[in-house]
C-alpha cells in the first residue's frame, strides 16, 4: 500500500513539474529571440545586344551590263578580255561572291543581314529604278516579253525563291530577321571589375545565325530597237533600314 501511494506521489509530481515547465514557457520567461534578414540585388546585365552584320563592299553589286542582241555571248566576250558570261542572257551582273562559274550573270551577287545580336530586327528593304535614268527604255513586268517590241527592261528582285518585277513603282518589302539561337551567348562574371555580363560566345563555330539575303536579276528584250538608246543608263536605287522588332 505505501509502494503505491509513492509512486502516485512521484507521478504527481512529475506532472506538475512538466506542467509548470509549459507555463513557464508559454509565459516567455525563458528567452525570447528576434531574427532580422537583409536581401541584396546579384547584379543586373543588358540582354538585349544589337549585331547586325552587314556585306562590307556594295558599291558596284548593282551595276549592270544590258546586251539585248547578245553580243558579248556571240563575240565570246571579246570586249571584255575573255571574261566568261552567262549564255543566253541579255543583262549582266559583275560576280565576285564565287557562287556562279561565270564572271557575269543575268543575278547580281546576294546581299546578305546577317543577325548576331540576341534581338530581333526587322529589314525593311526599297528597290527601284530611276525614272529619269530611263529615258525611252521601258520597264515591263514581263520576264519573256511576250508580244513585246519596245526597248523594254525587266528587273527583278530575287527574295529567296520568290521574284519580284521591280516595275515603275519600286519594291518595298519587310522581313523580320530572328534573334541568334541562345547557345550563341553566356553569361559571365568579371572577378576584377565584380560585375556581371552577358556576351556572345568567343567560339560560334557550329551555330547557325539567321540571315536574309536578296539579289537582283534582270534581261533586256532583244525584239525592241535600241539603236538609239545606247548613250541610256538606268540606275537602280537600293536601300535598307534595320530595326528592332517590337
Known amino acids: 500500500m505505501k509502494k503505491g501511494f509513492e509512486r502516485f506521489v512521484a507521478a504527481a509530481l512529475a506532472l506538475i513539474m512538466i506542467t509548470g515547465l509549459s507555463m513557464s514557457a508559454s509565459a516567455g520567461e525563458i528567452g525570447k529571440e528576434d531574427k532580422t534578414g537583409v536581401g541584396g540585388v546579384e547584379g543586373t546585365v543588358v540582354q538585349d ?25 556571240k563575240t565570246n566576250g571579246a570586249a571584255y578580255e575573255g571574261k566568261r558570261f552567262e549564255d543566253n542572257s541579255t543583262l549582266f551582273f559583275k560576280r565576285s561572291d564565287g557562287q556562279v562559274k561565270e564572271d557575269y550573270s543575268s543575278t547580281s551577287d546576294a546581299i546578305t543581314i546577317t543577325n548576331m545580336g540576341s534581338v530581333a530586327v526587322n529589314v525593311s528593304l526599297n528597290v527601284s529604278i530611276s525614272k529619269d535614268s530611263l529615258g525611252k527604255i521601258e520597264l515591263t513586268n514581263d520576264k519573256k516579253f511576250k508580244d513585246d517590241k519596245n526597248a523594254s527592261l525587266y528587273m527583278a ?36 571589375k565584380e560585375l556581371y555580363s552577358y556576351q556572345r560566345k568567343e567560339d560560334v563555330s557550329g551555330i547557325e545565325f539567321p540571315s536574309y539575303s536578296f539579289q537582283l536579276t534582270g534581261a533586256a528584250n532583244g525584239k525592241g530597237d535600241w539603236s538609239e538608246l545606247t548613250k541610256e543608263v538606268p540606275k537602280i536605287n537600293v536601300s535598307w533600314k534595320i530595326t528592332p522588332v517590337e
Open 49 to 73: 545586344i544589337y549585331q547586325v552584320v552587314l556585306p562590307t563592299v556594295t558599291d558596284d553589286v548593282f551595276d549592270f551590263i544590258i546586251d539585248p542582241q547578245g553580243l558579248i555571248n
Open 157 to 192: 528582285l530575287v527574295n529567296g525563291e520568290k521574284e519580284t518585277p521591280i516595275g515603275e513603282d519600286g519594291v518595298s518589302i519587310d522581313v523580320k530577321v530572328d534573334a541568334a539561337p541562345e547557345e550563341a551567348y553566356e553569361y559571365r562574371y568579371d572577378k576584377e
